[in-house]
């Protein structure tokens, strides 16, 4: 599975736009990339998933530049409630795509 | 259907004591997943079922470690002679075939004292 490189942390404040970058220089043809986001005492919540270009969906969106060299999630208007740990997994979505393999994350604190 | 779920929610045990910890997944998903995660670190893959069969183990899952899922519904997960080293969050995660992420449970966190 490609290695993934995420910042350990990140500060924003309650209504500003937060970008978090994830390297994965290694990815391979059949990898798709997931973001997850865990909160303390939690298991990890499945945020988003895509392959190329840009998805989007109710709560973030995923850019992926066409090299798929790295990825970004990026998270609109952030409140206190989104102060979490965010984990970024690259995976072939195929048959033979069977378990996760999460790294340390970026742990996003949001203040006021 | 709420979800996964994880019993119990919290485990104290001695040194040396046996535990187990139950997963009930999302009924309809035939995957299940075993992680373990330590304070600081994500989680890290213990074992994976699909249905009933055990497909991978990783080398985290020690002799001291066994897990079943017998006739592919709920999964346990079994600790004998628990260590210092044990204590952890053991989270259970399912899937439906390869769809889009897992739905992890809120995990059992254990200690052994």
């Known amino acids: 599975l490609a290695k993934t490189t995420q910042p350990i942390s990140m500060d924003s404040y309650e209504g500003q736009e937060v970008n978090i970058t994830c390297s994965h220089n290694?990815?391979?043809?059949?990898?798709?990339i997931t973001w997850y986001q865990q909160f303390p005492s939690q298991g990890p919540r499945f945020i988003i998933q895509?392959?190329?270009t840009k998805v989007t969906n109710e709560v973030a969106s995923l850019f992926i530049p066409a090299d798929r060299k790295s990825s970004t999630l990026s998270l609109p208007r952030v409140s206190l409630s989104d102060t979490a740990v965010y984990y970024c997994?690259?995976?072939?979505?195929?048959?033979?795509?069977?378990?996760?393999?999460f790294g340390k994350g970026t742990m996003l604190l949001v203040s006021p | 259907d709420t979800g996964v779920s994880q019993n119990p929610r919290h485990k104290i045990t001695k040194r040396g004591q046996n535990v187990t910890f139950r997963c009930d997944p999302i009924?309809?998903?035939?995957?299940l997943y075993w992680y373990r995660q330590t304070l600081g670190q994500g989680p890290e893959f213990l074992t994976y079922?699909?249905?009933?069969?055990?497909?991978?183990k990783s080398r985290l899952l020690s002799d001291r470690f066994s897990a079943e899922r017998p006739k592919g519904s709920f999964s346990t997960l079994e600790i004998q002679r628990t260590e210092q080293g044990d204590s952890a969050m053991y989270l259970c995660?399912?899937?439906?075939?390869?769809?889009?992420?897992?739905?992890f449970g809120s995990g059992t966190r254990l200690t052994v004292v």
């Open positions: 995660a399912s899937s439906q075939g390869t769809a889009y992420g897992y739905t």
């Open positions: 290694n990815i391979a043809t059949n990898d798709y």
């Open positions: 895509g392959y190329k």
């Open positions: 997994l690259v995976g072939e979505l195929a048959s033979g795509y069977s378990t996760l393999t």
């Open positions: 009924s309809e998903h035939n995957r």
């Open positions: 079922f699909q249905n009933e069969a055990q497909l991978e």
